[in-house]
């Protein structure tokens, strides 16, 4: 099984502010990350896959970076929709694990 | 507009059984894997079980392999997980979500609203 580590767990923010979330894994995992988006209520939402290719209709301010066992997602300028969890995942190999979540809030 | 509808969940004593259904249109439903993905109140996402397009091929989690049953029926662009001998760490709300590429690579760009399933007595 690869671990994952994402940090932090809490990210507190202002609209506008620049944020970097991190995960890591315990094993290398090429590029196969992708990372999501979870609203309250609301299903998760893919944003980027092969570590940092856009899914179609995601905003640019997103942008992912890394390989290996480093990745990291990037807001650029955060907007109020913004806010949210934040969950990343490998799909090197079975089984398939998310990261613990990183919640971004208002501050 | 690809939509995902899940039901079936419910309340059911632990080790009980209990089987999930997906209702997909807006795609050509058989050329794309499917998945179940969970996520347990308050806690983050698991992902649980794979089935390929022609449905000839799964794969599970640990956590579920033996307990729970992937299926599809390709005719009625449906996707089922059969539950069995519940635990109550089973205790979740049961995402079905679309693979991003044919070939199932793992991604998930649509999911459905969720069905919860309450494992208590």
């Given at each position: 099984?690869?671990?994952?580590?994402?940090?932090?767990?809490?990210?507190?923010?202002?609209?506008?502010?620049?944020?970097?979330?991190?995960?890591?894994?315990?094993?290398?995992?090429?590029?196969?990350?992708?990372?999501?988006?979870?609203?309250?209520?609301?299903?998760?939402?893919?944003?980027?896959?092969?570590?940092?290719?856009?899914?179609?209709?995601?905003?640019?301010?997103?942008?992912?970076?890394?390989?290996?066992?480093?990745?990291?997602?990037?807001?650029?300028?955060?907007?109020?929709?913004?806010?949210?969890?934040?969950?990343?995942?490998?799909?090197?190999?079975?089984?398939?694990?998310?990261?613990?979540?990183?919640?971004?809030?208002?501050? | 507009?690809?939509?995902?509808?899940?039901s079936g969940?419910?309340?059911?004593?632990?080790?009980?059984?209990?089987?999930l259904s997906c209702?997909?249109?807006?795609?050509?439903?058989?050329?794309?894997?499917?998945?179940?993905?969970?996520?347990?109140?308050?806690?983050?996402?698991?992902?649980?079980?794979?089935?390929?397009?022609?449905?000839?091929?799964?794969?599970?989690?640990?956590?579920?392999?033996?307990?729970?049953?992937?299926?599809?029926?390709?005719?009625?662009?449906s996707?089922y997980?059969?539950?069995?001998?519940?635990?109550?760490?089973?205790?979740?709300?049961?995402?079905?979500?679309?693979?991003?590429?044919?070939?199932?690579?793992?991604?998930?760009?649509?999911?459905?609203?969720?069905?919860?399933?309450?494992?208590?007595?």
């Amino acid at each position: 099984v690869i671990w994952m580590t994402q940090s932090p767990s809490l990210l507190s923010a202002s609209t506008g502010d620049r944020v970097t979330i991190s995960c890591r894994m315990s094993q290398g995992i090429s590029s196969y990350l992708a990372w999501y988006q979870q609203k309250p209520g609301k299903a998760p939402e893919l944003l980027i896959y092969a570590a940092s290719t856009l899914q179609s209709g995601v905003p640019s301010r997103f942008s992912g970076s890394g390989s290996g066992t480093d990745f990291t997602l990037t807001i650029s300028c955060l907007q109020s929709e913004d806010f949210a969890t934040y969950y990343c995942q490998q799909y090197y190999s079975f089984p398939w694990t998310f990261g613990q979540g990183t919640k971004v809030e208002i501050k | 507009e690809v939509q995902l509808v899940e039901s079936g969940g419910g309340v059911v004593q632990p080790g009980g059984s209990l089987r999930l259904s997906c209702a997909a249109s807006g795609f050509t439903f058989d050329d794309y894997a499917m998945h179940w993905v969970r996520q347990a109140p308050g806690k983050g996402l698991e992902w649980v079980s794979l089935i390929s397009g022609d449905g000839g091929s799964t794969y599970y989690a640990d956590s579920v392999k033996g307990r729970f049953t992937i299926s599809r029926d390709n005719s009625k662009n449906s996707l089922y997980l059969q539950m069995n001998s519940l635990r109550t760490e089973d205790t979740a709300l049961y995402y079905c979500a679309k693979d991003r590429v044919v070939a199932a690579a793992g991604t998930f760009d649509y999911w459905g609203q969720g069905t919860l399933v309450t494992v208590s007595s």
